[in-house]
């Protein structure tokens, strides 16, 4: 590591006066000495599983996990515990998985509608159709910046093209995806190098797409026998390109025996070369194609119901989080905040009842609507389909709030039905954590607002604490104050107070949800920010390296380092309503325009696309404030 505790404090001037004149300072990095240089921690497969024929002590080491689960796990790496002769399986556990068991059960739960998600119509057109117009964020596999370009150029139309786009998208494979888009849009295109290769390459119009492909070719053309060709797939699979080296003689040879002019045969090393880097088995790629066009099946179908289940899963990830409620508003489905009588545990889909009867009186065609559906389940759609859903924050997604109280709200509400008033809310929470912290919490992420204004309730919190409290207590004691009336024992009065700023609700929801919710900061820009073309997304999604760019936002982090020189420079994330976007700026930029570096600061900055590890990020090289 190029840094060192003792480095640092003679580096940096600052850290070394508060290790001069902080007591505290000095006791924490006098112990950090003490640790520095030590191994952090042993790092686990998340998902490998070792398998023996006989006990594992036969073979390898062990000790226990050291996070202190009592996991038994291998002291041997994985690259030894295959020379010691054991088999590593991968378990992979995939979240989307849950998202679409989760989207299931909202579907049944709000429409009464029963998906069976393993036989879910493999042909639905409203599927391809959003495949088509690159509407990826949410789903399995499919969403990307660059992933979502070429579906928009391919417009699928079958789950081949989903199972072939999963494969290719793959360092190496990926260099053939523009041919294979091609070849769809124009089937005069598809040519084969050899007439044996039509029965192997038909489905991916002549592209070879997987390890299998691979394989048979060196089968059929290379005179392989199945165990040959099984070594050939485990040099594709470990990708060691010098293995695969060593098979380019043996393959050209076997082409040479079995017809193939030398041109012919070095071309086709050439289509089979890529795959030395990476490449995907058809089972494997079917599989994922799967899960992926399943996720897109319910996104196209029950979108509203689709986004909350992955709303919920990335609960937690702001970052995540901030991209698919931008997702949401774009497919015009309200995001709105935490509701005491709304909201549940994670994210949810609520329905306006009354405005689904009022569009399915006005809906007179909905049958002849219906029999244009392309399948059951859309039919039954169509009759419920009103707009009306919206999406509510759930009360565990509120930071400082916790899921036992949660819990104790929800069942309560399931109970006895919705808080008619703020007093009834108190009355019946009868739960020690209904504190101040949790009070404070429910109050400035807007879940009390039909209660009261935040800067009202947020004023009076002592008194609805004590009334709280008071209440509980009585209710608590014998039977001889059955008698007493509610009045009687406490009455709650709020003293004026004044409405919380807009800016300070804002930055409320910021801390606690994670992201604005009733606003934004850019608000009072929006029309310029309108007329601007490059959003952050549109900026994310050109990502062309060296393009000079202006993008305006917000500032979301800003983080600054010192260079190997000791000059100042920054990282600032920078964040509209479309997305965000990482900057650097360096220290002669930074030293001009650092009294704008700061959080919360809306800015436009100048500067060049800088592409890392295929993410665009700004070269910053001025900086202006709105």
Request: glycine share 6%; hydrophobic share 40%.
């Amino acid at each position: 590591f190029p840094m060192t505790i003792d480095k640092a404090l003679e580096d940096v001037a600052e850290l070394k006066k508060l290790y001069q004149d902080d007591k505290t300072t000095k006791e924490v990095i006098d112990m950090a000495k003490k640790i520095e240089g030590c191994a952090r921690h042993i790092s686990v497969h998340a998902a490998g599983v070792v398998i023996a024929p006989r006990p594992l002590t036969d073979f390898t080491s062990l000790q226990y996990d050291t996070k202190g689960d009592n996991k038994i796990i291998s002291q041997f790496d994985m690259h030894a515990i295959e020379d010691a002769g054991l088999l590593k399986f991968d378990f992979l556990g995939i979240k989307n998985l849950s998202i679409l068991s989760d989207a299931v059960r909202g579907v049944k739960k709000l429409y009464n509608i029963d998906v069976d998600i393993e036989n879910v119509p493999i042909e639905n057109r409203k599927t391809f159709a959003m495949l088509a117009k690159g509407e990826t964020v949410g789903l399995f596999q499919l969403n990307g910046t660059g992933m979502t370009a070429y579906l928009k150029q391919l417009k699928p139309t079958s789950i081949l093209d989903i199972n072939a786009m999963v494969a290719l998208y793959r360092p190496g494979p990926m260099e053939s995806i523009p041919q294979y888009i091609e070849r769809k849009h124009d089937p005069h295109l598809v040519t084969f190098l050899d007439p044996r290769m039509r029965d192997i390459l038909s489905q991916s119009y002549g592209v070879i797409t997987y390890q299998d492909d691979v394989l048979l070719i060196a089968i059929k053309l290379a005179g392989y026998t199945w165990l040959e060709a099984d070594k050939l797939r485990k040099a594709m699979g470990k990708k060691v390109p010098e293995v695969m080296e060593a098979e380019k003689a043996k393959l050209l040879s076997g082409f040479a025996k079995n017809g193939l002019s030398n041109d012919k045969a070095q071309q086709l090393w050439k289509l089979i070369e890529p795959f030395a880097a990476y490449g995907f088995n058809k089972a494997h790629a079917a599989s994922y194609g799967r899960v992926a066009y399943q996720t897109s099946y319910m996104k196209a179908n029950f979108p509203a119901v689709y986004m909350a289940s992955v709303l919920t899963a990335d609960s937690g990830d702001v970052e995540k989080i901030g991209e698919i409620i931008a997702e949401c508003k774009r497919m015009k489905i309200p995001v709105l905040p935490p509701n005491i009588n709304e909201s549940f545990e994670g994210f949810t889909v609520v329905r306006d009842l009354r405005k689904d009867e009022a569009v399915l009186k006005e809906t007179a065609s909905a049958e002849s609507l219906a029999k244009n559906a392309d399948d059951e389940i859309a039919k039954n759609l169509i009759a419920l389909e009103s707009g009306a859903e919206k999406i509510r924050f759930g009360l565990t997604t509120i930071k400082n709030f916790g899921e036992g109280i949660a819990k104790v709200i929800i069942d309560e509400r399931s109970k006895n039905g919705k808080f008619k008033s703020l007093v009834d809310f108190l009355d019946r929470i009868k739960d020690k954590n209904l504190n101040k912290k949790s009070m404070e919490a429910l109050i400035k992420s807007g879940a009390m607002d039909e209660f009261g204004e935040r800067g009202l309730l947020l004023g009076n919190l002592e008194d609805l604490l004590a009334y709280n409290k008071e209440k509980n207590k009585v209710e608590n004691q014998d039977s001889l104050f059955g008698g007493m009336s509610d009045a009687s024992i406490s009455s709650l009065r709020l003293n004026p107070m004044e409405p919380a700023k807009k800016s300070d609700m804002l930055l409320w929801e910021k801390e606690l949800l994670g992201l604005y919710i009733s606003g934004h900061p850019l608000d009072k820009f929006k029309e310029k920010l309108d007329k601007h073309e490059n959003t952050i997304r549109r900026i994310r999604e050109a990502h062309r390296d060296g393009v000079i760019v202006v993008a305006a936002g917000i500032v979301e982090e800003a983080k600054e380092l010192q260079t190997k020189k000791g000059d100042r420079m920054m990282f600032l994330k920078l964040a509209d309503f479309t997305g965000s976007i990482e900057t650097v700026i360096f220290p002669k930029v930074y030293e001009q325009f650092k009294h704008l570096l700061i959080l919360e600061k809306c800015l436009a900055v100048k500067g060049k696309i800088s592409m890392r590890n295929d993410t665009p990020g700004i070269l910053v090289e001025k900086v202006k404030e709105l």
